[in-house]
């Protein structure tokens, strides 16, 4: 019998509402919402705008993948972590819907999602993951029915970083910070020394951060370097340090394969960076493209596939999932039993 899933993700400024049906993805509708140069996304703005989109969102991809809600087996939804208001604003949504439509609602950890979307469209059966978002920056290897998170920041992600980077030097939020320092840091023509911060299987971006909201912002505008500079600087270090960790990690687990999961893993330069390494060690690199890096409501789906398959709602009443659809901002890689791997 097939397995028709909805997945939907609102955890951050990404909105996606995605249908895989027996592994394949059938559609994958999102909507971002992109605050004014200069700014951040908060949380209500963000929550409105999902609010807004939502039900276009949801009519789309049931249009592009041909399929009725009376096909579905079940809907999933993004239990955490992320923003609050943004996660709310779906979960209830999911709520609403899985009632309407009677059917079984699965709460799916956001981190989870990423991983299990990375494994599912690349293929690679057992990676060291570096996961690297707007708000999570960990190394992962699974271990005895979890993923062990073997390294993490010790203060602000790398997504953050290069957010609050752009924001401080005026670059636009639109496609995405990230995407536009990228292309940026191609013109850079002078490495400008940052800090690198490495504490065991550990970093710390936050002294990058200071460095480039005072000094060298000042040295811009005196015109001793180029936001460019800073672009091609601030790439180099950080994702240098990451390479370093997930390394060190891959080492660790005698590991043949590296996954890079989640929205700056989409950055070109660090997945040459991170494939120069993997080459050197004889280990393999696996990566996905914007479609599926970036938060998107298929990744969510395909973790609730896994979830089902797994037996996670056979001894639970469709009223059971509903109490426990819940939603909360801190929600821990390491605190999910993946059940489903061997």
């Known amino acids: 019998m097939s397995i028709i899933a909805l997945g939907m993700e609102g955890s951050a400024n990404k909105l996606g509402i995605g249908i895989i049906k027996d ?23 963000t929550a409105e705008h999902h609010k807004a989109k939502i039900i276009e969102v949801l009519k789309e991809a049931l249009e592009e993948a041909k399929v009725k809600p009376q096909d579905l087996t079940f809907i999933a939804y993004t239990k955490g972590p992320g923003m609050s208001a943004p996660l709310l604003s779906v979960a209830i949504v999911a709520r609403t819907i899985a009632q309407l439509w009677d059917k079984p609602l699965i709460g799916v950890n956001h981190c989870i999602g990423h991983i299990e979307m990375g494994r599912h469209i690349t293929g690679a059966e057992n990676p060291t993951l570096l996961y690297v978002s707007g708000g999570n920056t960990q190394v992962i290897a699974y271990s005895h029915k979890k993923y062990q998170i073997f390294g993490e920041t010790l203060d602000i992600a790398i997504g953050n970083c290069l957010d609050r980077f752009a924001r401080v030097h005026g670059i636009p939020n639109d496609p995405s910070p990230g995407y536009n320092i990228e292309q940026l840091a191609k013109n850079g023509k002078k490495f400008i020394e940052l800090p690198y911060c490495v504490k065991g299987m550990d970093v710390s971006f936050s002294g990058i951060q200071s460095k480039l ?7 811009v505008q005196k015109g001793e370097c180029t936001v460019e500079d800073l672009c091609f600087s601030l790439q180099e270090t950080a994702f240098s340090m990451l390479v370093e960790i997930t390394e060190r990690a891959m080492a660790h687990c005698n590991s ?51 979830m089902w398959k797994s037996g996670f709602c056979d001894n ?19 605190e999910v039993d993946a059940v489903w791997r061997d």
């Open 23 to 45: 592994g394949v993805v059938i559609s994958n509708p999102r909507r971002t919402y992109c605050a004014p140069t200069g700014h951040g996304f908060r949380p209500k703005e």
């Open 213 to 219: 909201d005072s000094e060298m912002k000042k040295k």
């Open 256 to 306: 043949s394969e590296v996954l890079l999961v989640g929205g700056v893993a989409c950055n070109k330069r660090l997945q040459k960076m991170m494939g120069v390494m993997a080459e050197e060690r004889g280990a393999k690199l696996y990566a996905t493209d914007s479609r599926f890096c970036i938060d998107n409501g298929a990744m969510i789906a395909q973790a609730g596939v896994e």
């Open 316 to 334: 639970k009443t469709k009223q059971a999932l509903l109490d426990d659809s819940w939603c909360t901002q801190r929600y821990r890689t390491d």
